[in-house]
């Protein structure tokens, strides 16, 4: 969906600003670019969490236990509530939005990709019908991540505990991104007015990232009939 209007836009003379889905799948991320290259434009992801200020610093922090020890580890919470019903509206529907993962997961994943470069593999450890709990392995690092868009309450079958929680911690270093995360879009349209902002091909790893996690759950089976995600548990 998002893919042939970001095509036919750039085809018309005008520079694109893409909200997520990017693409469904990374492989079509080099039609984009060759759009790019053919109409002289340019196409920019919308991943506000590279604009959090305490980002590089964090980074910088991560970069000097690197140099202290061969192997990280960490964790990342990315709680985002949202309403009964919301994993059978189309953005959780991998036949139109790519899915939960990509939908929300994907900022998560991609301040992950800033930090620590492309993730290598991941094992699920956990999926339930609105929370994901995985371990991604990066080069360096190793990071227990935990998705969720809140746990239903057992007896009245409604979402409880609904507090947003977008935190990332690494060998004691803790980035919370839970409160400024609303902000961040005004920073990354600015930049991109200045030809600044996150590129197609800047995109391309967490998105493949996202793209695999969520293709490993469909072939696990972890989808009902609607064809939306952690529709059951195990």
Not at 101 to 111: E, K, N, Q
Request: charged share 25%; aromatic share 8%.
């Amino acid at each position: 969906f998002h893919l042939s209007l970001t095509m036919k836009a750039l085809k018309s003379g005008s520079n694109v600003i893409c909200e997520k889905p990017l693409v469904c799948h990374p492989n079509d991320i080099e039609k984009i670019q060759r759009a790019e290259i053919i109409t002289g434009k340019r196409a920019y992801a919308v991943l506000q969490a590279r604009w959090h200020p305490p980002l590089r610093s964090f980074k910088e922090q991560v970069e000097k236990h690197l140099r202290r020890k061969e192997q990280l580890k960490g964790e990342l919470f990315w709680i985002a509530p949202r309403s009964t019903g919301y994993e059978h509206l189309w953005r959780g529907n991998p036949n139109f939005a790519a899915g939960l993962i990509m939908d929300i997961g994907i900022h998560s994943l991609d301040m992950l990709n800033v930090v620590l470069g492309d993730c290598q593999k991941f094992q699920f450890e956990t999926v339930l019908e609105r929370s994901v709990t995985a371990i991604l392995h990066y080069e360096k690092a190793e990071i227990r991540w935990h998705l969720s868009i809140g746990e239903k309450n057992a007896a009245n079958g409604k979402p409880e505990n609904l507090v947003a929680v977008r935190k990332l911690k690494i060998e004691g270093e803790l980035l919370d991104t839970t409160d400024a995360f609303g902000n961040l879009h005004i920073r990354m349209y600015e930049d991109i007015v200045r030809g600044k902002g996150v590129r197609v091909i800047d995109a391309r790893p967490s998105l493949k990232t996202a793209f695999e996690l969520q293709e490993n759950l469909q072939e696990m089976g972890f989808v009902n009939s609607d064809g939306h995600l952690f529709a059951c548990s195990r």
